[in-house]
């Protein structure tokens, strides 16, 4: 084991502090966030930043940058007031991962990429099509985080669309089956390999696998 | 693709819904935190809600619900300004998940799991010593979110304790290659296969593996 200190952290070159730290905390779901803005133009981009906030009623988070590429979509989302969740799976992730570039406000990465964007229910947010979890979300609240001028942006679950083959007796929903890819860091991408679900934990019993 | 609408969801039995909300928002990283009460006691609970919340200063942020087996742990952050965070692997995954069991405020889930804690340069909290990814970490900021009265506790990084060899050339840090086991949902846990890295994304390049 190696003991990295605050002061070696610190003193890291920029970049490759960034990419450390990044990675450090861990593995995060790979999603396609899109919105439209007034004039109805779409943009999209990708986030690995998106957290469970709770169940009923079923909230969602993201940490967006104010200034980076994230921009686009936060103005948009405040503008609007919806936006859409796309898990990414495989067989689109250069697409996804493409989106992150500092494309001009009037070009939308829908096109750039050639990903397909839908729109649903006269939901004004777009979706992907090639996604096989899609969240329509609603903003709820806009928080910041003054330790270092970030956002975490609070919505609300409108509707659902998966594979109904997913989710299983008790409502768990397997990613895994769906293709859902995580990230480690800014640039590496994951597959997951199911080890088991455990029995739920109390005092006096140990956990099994189901 | 099947639509679920919010009153579906709205609808289902509570348990139902809190484990298809759970992993609805996707793969997050398992971490023991560890902490200390103000008489030394120890506690450990294994969480689900690590977030990058930033690069320089290196932030942290956990996703807290006051009113749950988490809240010995909340107390003890808020007591004592300190906590560690180990990344879970699958060698003492049964006993990480154990630590979600409603012990008692006098009995240490160290004990009780047989997970082995260490304190290193007199830092407040235990460490622990099964995992190879440890975090020293400092309380910086409590913020409510008051949609459902959860709470995000923003933390900064005193130290790092890794394997040297984990660490790429250019600060990525494979966590992959340490065994860091994700989560999906409140019991589903899981290991990583890479699929690889991607080049930094500009608007006229195509993205490569690195």
Redesign the interface.
């Known amino acids: ?6 002061e070696d ?2 003193n ?1 070159p ?16 790979a ?1 396609l966030i899109g919105t439209a803005d007034k004039n109805g133009q779409s943009n999209l981009a990708i986030f690995n ?13 993201l ?1 967006i ?1 104010p200034h980076s590429a994230e921009r686009h979509t936060l103005e948009n989302i405040l503008d609007t007031n919806v936006f859409t969740i796309n ?1 990414v799976q ?1 067989s689109f ?2 697409k996804a ?7 001009p406000r009037e ?1 939308s990465e829908f096109e ?1 990429t050639g990903l397909n964007e839908y729109y649903a229910d006269a939901f004004y947010a777009p979706f992907v099509a090639e996604s ?2 899609r ?1 329509a979300a609603k903003h ?2 806009t ?1 910041d ?4 001028n ?1 956002i ?1 942006l ?1 919505a ?9 083959p997913i ?1 299983r007796n ?7 089956a769906a293709g ?3 990230c ?2 800014l ?17 006096d019993t ?2 099994k696998y ?1």
């Open positions: 084991m190696t003991t990295y200190s605050r952290i610190d890291f920029q970049r490759y502090r960034t990419i450390f730290i990044n990675s450090l905390s861990g593995f995060r779901t999603c930043s998106l957290t469970h906030i709770g169940a009923h009623p079923p909230l969602v988070g940490i940058r898990h495989e992730l250069k991962h493409q989106t992150s570039a500092r494309y070009i750039a096989t979890v969240i709820l609240q928080i985080i003054t330790a270092n970030t975490l609070i609300e679950i409108i509707w659902v669309e998966l594979p109904h989710v008790d409502g768990y929903i397997d990613l895994g859902t890819i995580v480690n860091g640039d590496s991408y994951h597959t997951t390999q199911p080890i088991g679900r455990l029995t739920y934990a109390k005092p140990e956990p189901l």
